[in-house]
């Protein structure tokens, strides 16, 4: 149901040889994370460039710098931060990248807890608590990790949260599989993550001064063996078009987003698109809820296409 990460989780660990299937092949490097927007880019891309290929290596962001250091294999790159880009930058591997321009969307924090929320999770504190469970990322292997750190070292409860971990993930998939079937109490994910578990997993929007608002770039490598089409696929990417893929997989779009030094949100930006991702969770769970519009806004498609899982599962 899960969109495949029954086989995400033993993939993203290694270094992925593209298949090519002929024509002009480009090959992308992204996060995991992206897995889900970026597949219907490529649908949508290729769709409209008849022999133009575009085959993916998605695994936790913290693997590709040396995976791209050994192969020297790409055509783009999108990482799920922008500490990882701009590593690569440092390293000679691009060189043509806009801060400014080059942000098609942005991961969104969440907490998520199993379906009816056992440990009563409310507020990013509640994760120091004594005997909750709570799964964490590898900051060395996956962008989440990262951001685990920060935001419980901004709350003051680092040390205690890391005393109540469980798990260690290397891709943000393992942590919504552990919380859907209640090996965790509470995660913090992306958005984009959770939307993928509305029917097994509680949604609770995280307080602004927690929320993080992670910019996720894109890039052409400097070896890139098909510049052009690969610039086209950049430019389709940060397109209008690409931009509202983004956001029917609970991305934010909106580039006006205050945030603070450390990418925390400074305002309401981000609250319409996390009552319609809580309004989704709803939808799925309670079959008398509409889903429209007003209520689960740029998701309807999604809580759509997980309905009609649901249904032919049963």
Not at 110 to 138: C, H, M, Q, S, W
């Amino acid at each position: 149901m899960q969109r495949g990460f029954s086989f995400i989780i033993a993939s993203v660990l290694f270094f992925v040889t593209p298949v090519f299937a002929g024509g002009t092949d480009l090959f992308f490097h992204a996060g995991v994370g992206q897995r889900s927007s970026l597949n219907e880019i490529k649908a949508r891309f290729e769709d409209m460039n008849p022999g133009l290929n575009v085959n993916f290596s998605y695994k936790g962001s913290g693997y590709f710098i040396a995976d791209i250091t050994r192969s020297r294999q790409g055509d783009l790159f999108m990482p799920g931060e922008e500490f990882y880009l701009l590593q690569a930058k440092e390293r000679g591997f691009i060189d043509d990248y806009d801060p400014a321009a080059d942000i098609p969307a942005y991961f969104v924090t969440v907490i998520i807890t199993p379906k009816g929320n056992p440990a009563n999770i409310r507020k990013i504190e509640d994760f120091a608590r004594p005997g909750v469970r709570v799964g964490l990322g590898n900051p060395r292997a996956c962008a989440i990790g990262i951001w685990h750190e920060k935001t419980f070292t901004k709350a003051g409860i680092w040390e205690d949260v890391k005393k109540n971990a469980v798990m260690s993930a290397k891709c943000i998939p393992e942590l919504g599989n552990a919380t859907q079937h209640k090996a965790v109490d509470a995660t913090i994910v992306w958005a984009t993550t959770a939307v993928l578990y509305l029917r097994d997993a509680e949604i609770i929007p995280i307080e602004h001064r927690y929320r993080g608002v992670v910019r996720l770039p894109v890039a052409v490598l400097n070896f890139a063996r098909h510049r052009d089409e690969a610039e086209r696929l950049k430019a389709f990417i940060l397109s209008d078009t690409g931009r509202e893929i983004f956001h029917k997989h609970a991305y934010a779009i909106d580039t006006d987003i205050p945030v603070d030094e450390q990418g925390f949100t400074l305002d309401d930006s981000t609250d319409r698109d996390m009552e319609c991702l809580v309004n989704a969770a709803r939808a799925l769970k309670d079959e008398t809820y509409p889903a429209t519009a007003e209520t689960v806004g740029h998701l309807m498609e999604e809580v759509q296409r997980q309905k009609r899982t649901l249904r032919a599962g049963n």
